[in-house]
């Protein structure tokens, strides 16, 4: 089984910015499709951004233009660069295999709070 383990989260002001990582109890994740969730208190989780095994990417169309995910193999992470942070990006965040019904063991999760 994969252990995955979030980091980077934080307290950080409107339009600032975060990156988040992810790194893998094995060098497997080049592999496979992964993906940055989200989950606010009392919403549904929602995909963020996703990387393909092949190196291409898509992303949520409300994190568009100010998240990149990206991987290094040599390290078996992932990151997610989040720039113009608004107050609706706060909830945990969460990395995994996708699609979820192949998901790994989930990790803790990393907070992400955007507040003045």
């Known amino acids: 089984q994969v252990e995955l383990v979030e980091s980077g989260g934080g307290l950080v002001q409107p339009g600032g910015s975060l990156t988040l990582s992810c790194v893998a109890s094995?060098?497997?994740?080049?592999?496979?499709?992964i993906v940055w969730y989200r989950q606010a208190p009392g919403k549904q989780r929602e995909l963020v951004a996703r990387?393909?095994?092949?190196?291409?990417?898509n992303y949520a169309d409300s994190v568009q233009g100010r998240f990149s995910i990206s991987r290094d193999n040599a390290k078996n992470s992932v990151y997610l660069q989040m720039n113009s942070l608004k107050p609706e990006d706060t909830a945990l965040y969460y990395c995994?295999?996708?699609?979820?019904?192949?998901?790994?063991?989930w990790g803790q999760g990393t907070q992400v709070t955007v507040s003045t």
């Open positions: 990387i393909m095994s092949g190196g291409e990417t």
């Open positions: 995994n295999r996708y699609p979820e019904r192949y998901s790994w063991s």
């Open positions: 094995k060098a497997i994740l080049s592999f496979f499709d």
